[in-house]
């Protein structure tokens, strides 16, 4: 028999918190673990049962409880049921000798179980769910304890409807949609609200030894429905998205807005993570169909990160970040998916952040340097210019490539403080190498990532290291991709010719790969084309590579544009790119990339007015070669 002051000290403690924005979760899981402790029984849970919907259960003391309770909801018969429907508490105290629950019954008793009690929650006339006790041994409870029990019931019963009217009461004031743990625009919880609910999360998982998974749905390209529509159409999608996503919330499972175009589902309880495989694809098919806006018809995808935490395994932030990185590998594979976190690729990820920090050290320390390569004139194998090359020579993996550094500099916010860097230092070096040689001008093309040329007051940037470099704009080519027209054509186009006013000349880099067309030289300003060595590359090997050749560099004189050949290694693919009229030449043929004090040295070294490089044999014919000779 319960004690009664212990019995009166519990219910004092619900009592007192009931007034409270106490989470009603805690509550109630401290209800059936202290119920265990006060009432003979072995195990104690909480089932919800509204009209038309599936019991649900909501708090379990352990395992146990958990299994009977499941069991039960599963079932959608048993004593829960049974209390529930006939408003009265029901005793079973020899479940083996109870034939009342021929569904429930034999299943529960070979899984141990030998008496079970149910008492309803009740409201009114009205039925919440019920308490159901279990022991796993015969014998009723005395009177005092189904009175304590359904006390206790009851006073669960009350922090539900408490509960539920506090939401009801938030939904209905217009402070809920500002509330600071909803969002403002789904008014689906928020990041904090998800944080909290994953604390909960954690301590049910490693109590009752279930399992959790997190999935993070990120829209694919959603700024280019912002850019197209308008923002008002993208907020519109992202509430027409978080309604759909909505559709296909357990009861019990968060489905949050943790960032603009992001959203984050929290199960629990999901049984294996095939489960979690079932429900990403079912999120994939939730973007098969398009969203109606208005008049309009969006069709988006969506790609779908998983993390999934078996029992008794770490439910936090932690899940959340790493179904985040899931989500970046499946947008990596194209969008569109669903993706289980690949460690290896994680652990690449966490060696990436590792490097990004090393990489602001670096900056910090002063610890990159810029190399040069010479281009040459066709014709005559004059050297006319260089290019500046950033390099890296890290402390323990040697030198990175620069393009890996331009990436990671792009994502962390790096790239404007890195790029101001190489173009003054590289104005500086070619000041410096004029003043040394002042007969042979040089002109310094600096590569420019799209990031970086994008960022508001970029032209004011350049304005200003000319100026303090004394460096002449028309001296300066700065490279950029195809890449940077397709981001944002209309911006794009004010940029180059606010670059172009101010005398720099524009280069447009490894033209050919990845979105070319032929149609962007003839749309956008700029004054260079630079053929990628890829096409170069195939001189002798196969017929499109010059052909492709070929028609980049009669379409770009047509324009009036120069074309310069990048990747020469041979003297067969020289000859053959000045045979075309290519004019300029870049490649390992002439020069690989040097330091600032090598090309100081070459300078001096050369005769006469030219720039020319120790060695370089002068290309034989002006004559178009036959690919066929
Ligand atoms: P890019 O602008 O097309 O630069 C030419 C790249 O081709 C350089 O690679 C150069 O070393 C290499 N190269 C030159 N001649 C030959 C050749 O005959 N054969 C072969 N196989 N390669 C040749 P690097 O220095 O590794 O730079 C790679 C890319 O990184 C550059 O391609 C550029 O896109 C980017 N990058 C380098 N420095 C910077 C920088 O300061 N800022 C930005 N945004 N990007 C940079
Ligand atoms: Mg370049
Ligand atoms: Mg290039």
Redesign the pocket.
């Known amino acids: 028999m319960a004690d009664q002051r212990t019995l009166a000290a519990l219910l004092g403690e619900f009592a007192r918190n009931m007034g409270t924005d106490f989470p009603i979760q805690k509550t109630l899981d401290r209800l059936v673990e202290r119920v265990v402790q006060v009432l003979p029984v072995t195990a104690a849970g909480l089932t919800l049962i509204t009209p038309g919907n599936a019991p649900t259960y909501i708090a379990a003391s352990n395992e146990v409880a958990l299994v009977h309770e499941r069991h039960q909801t599963d079932l959608g018969v048993g004593p829960c049921s049974t209390a529930v429907e006939t408003g009265e508490a029901v005793s079973a105290p020899n479940l083996r000798s109870d034939d009342r629950f021929a569904a429930f019954g034999p299943a529960a008793v070979a899984s141990g179980l030998q008496a079970v009690f149910a008492f309803p929650l009740r409201h009114g006339s009205d039925r919440l769910g019920a308490l159901d006790l279990y022991r796993d041994e015969p014998g009723s409870l005395d009177c005092a304890d189904m009175e304590a029990a359904q006390t206790l019931a009851d006073v669960a019963a009350a922090y539900i409807l408490n509960a539920r009217s506090r939401d009801v009461a938030l939904e209905t004031s217009d402070q809920f949609r500002a509330s600071a743990l909803r969002d403002s625009l789904t008014g689906l919880p928020n990041r904090m609200l998800l944080r909290q609910r994953l604390e909960y999360a954690a301590e049910r998982v490693q109590r009752s030894g279930t399992d959790a998974a997190v999935l993070v749905v990120d829209l694919d390209e959603f700024k280019r429905v912002n850019d197209r529509h308008g923002h008002q159409v993208g907020d519109l999608l992202l509430i027409a998205v978080g309604d759909r996503l909505a559709g296909l919330v357990r009861p019990g499972d968060t489905l949050a807005r943790v960032a603009g175009d992001e959203f984050v589902f929290l199960c629990e309880d999901v049984r294996s993570a095939d489960n979690v495989e079932t429900l990403a694809a079912r999120i994939d098919d939730a973007f098969t169909h398009p969203f109606a806006i208005g008049d309009l018809e969006l069709a988006i995808t969506a790609s779908v990160g998983m993390a999934y935490a078996g029992p008794g395994e770490d439910v936090s932030d932690r899940l959340v970040a790493e179904a985040d990185v899931a989500m970046t590998q499946a947008k990596g594979k194209g969008g569109g998916r669903h993706q289980i976190i690949d460690l290896r690729e994680a652990e690449k990820a966490n060696e990436r952040s590792l490097l990004e920090s090393d990489l602001r050290e670096a900056v910090a320390h002063g610890d990159l340097d ?2 040069y ?1 010479p281009l040459v004139r066709s014709e005559d194998g004059v050297v006319t210019g260089v ?4 390099r890296w020579s890290h402390r323990v993996r040697g030198s990175v ?3 890996t550094m ?1 990436h990671l500099a792009e994502q962390s916010g790096l790239i404007n403080e890195i ?1 101001s860097w ?1 173009l003054e230092r590289a104005c500086f070096d070619r000041q410096q190498w004029l003043r040394q040689c002042p007969g042979k001008p040089l002109d310094l093309s ?4 799209t990031r ?1 040329l994008m960022t508001p007051g970029f032209c004011d940037t350049v304005t200003r290291i000319l100026d303090r470099t004394l460096m002449p704009a028309s001296s300066l080519i700065l ?1 950029i ?1 195809e890449a940077v027209i397709l981001d944002d054509a209309d911006r794009t186009t004010t940029v180059l010719s606010d670059l172009r006013h101010l005398g720099v000349r524009l280069a447009l ?2 033209f050919g790969t990845g979105y070319s067309s032929l149609s962007y030289i003839s749309k956008f300003p700029v004054d260079l084309v ?1 053929i990628d ?1 890829s096409f170069v590359a195939r001189i002798g090997h196969d017929e499109t590579g010059p052909a492709v050749i070929e028609l980049i560099i009669k379409l770009a004189h047509l324009m009036g544009l120069g074309v310069i050949a ?4 041979n003297a067969q693919q020289r000859d053959e790119v000045t045979a075309m009229h290519c004019e300029s030449l ?4 002439f020069a ?2 040097m330091s600032a004090l090598a090309i100081t040295d070459q300078l001096e070294a050369s005769p006469g007015g030219a720039y020319c490089l120790a060695g370089v044999p002068r290309p034989r014919t002006r004559q178009r070669q036959t690919r066929s000779a």
């Open positions: 810029v190399a390569q290019e500046a090359l950033l490539p620069p393009l331009i790029g190489v600096v590569n420019v990532s970086q490279e991709t880099d490894d630079k060595q990048e990747g020469v290694e870049q490649g390992f043929l690989r990339p």
